[in-house]
């Protein structure tokens, strides 16, 4: 079965300061990997997703994340966070493409003026 | 973009009745839909996958005759949460995908129970 693990529960950073989170997903073939973005009591905006190509994929809202296969990681960044970029992200996996999801427990990032 | 609309999005009942919460996909269609339950401050956990013309499939420990689904036509799933308690009070959220493969997501449905 697939998992996604966040290690961070919550993360501050300061406005103007690079952002990274972890996420480490467990499945036996290639993933279709995801960020989304959870504003408080909204829906889930989508970040970017990696299906197959270039491992460094680019994003919405400056946001990059990175695949490594021999880490089992898909890690999101973004260089100089916006306090608009406060909310919660979720990394996900899923089987195939336009298939339900399995989500990480997700990060709650807040940004210190 | 491909949207997908939730209605309502937040609704409050009394303990015992019956909810309906609505899943469209306004301009495309979805053979597919799934449905997804979110605790306060917490991830996402699939409740059921949706599907056009059949029963829908639910995921191990979700009770199929409290969370009923329909998927009577291509752009519209609801989700019925029937005899409603308060333990049932979370944020349904639900995601469809169009036929290039891509998810599109609902706003969510913030159910109270009171």
């Known amino acids: 079965a697939q998992s996604v693990t966040q290690p961070d529960i919550h993360i501050t950073v300061s406005e103007g300061a690079s952002l990274e989170l972890r996420c480490n997903y467990s499945?036996?073939?290639?993933?279709?990997l995801f960020w989304y973005v959870q504003s408080p009591g909204q829906g889930l905006q989508l970040l970017l997703k990696y299906f197959s190509g270039d491992t460094l994929v680019q994003g919405i809202k400056g946001f990059e994340a990175e695949f490594k296969r021999s880490q089992s990681s898909f890690n999101l960044r973004k260089p100089s966070v916006h306090w608009s970029d406060a909310a919660e992200y979720f990394c996900a996996v899923g089987e195939v493409a336009g298939n339900k999801l399995t989500f990480g427990g997700g990060t709650r990032v807040l940004v210190k003026p | 973009g491909a949207v997908v609309s939730q209605h309502p999005s937040r609704v409050i009942c009394k303990s015992g009745t019956s909810v309906k919460i609505e899943c469209r996909s306004l301009d495309f269609q979805a053979t597919t839909m799934f449905w997804y339950r979110q605790f306060p401050k917490q991830s996402l956990m699939l409740m059921a996958t949706s599907n056009e013309g059949s029963k829908a499939t639910y995921e191990q420990g979700v009770e199929k005759d409290k969370f009923l689904i329909n998927h009577a036509s291509l752009t519209l799933s609801t989700l019925t949460v029937t005899s409603a308690h308060p333990e049932d009070s979370s944020f349904y959220i639900c995601?469809?995908?169009?036929?290039?493969?891509?998810?599109?997501f609902g706003e969510g449905s913030r159910l109270t129970v009171l």
């Open positions: 499945y036996g073939a290639t993933p279709y």
């Open positions: 995601s469809a995908s169009e036929f290039t493969g891509e998810l599109f």
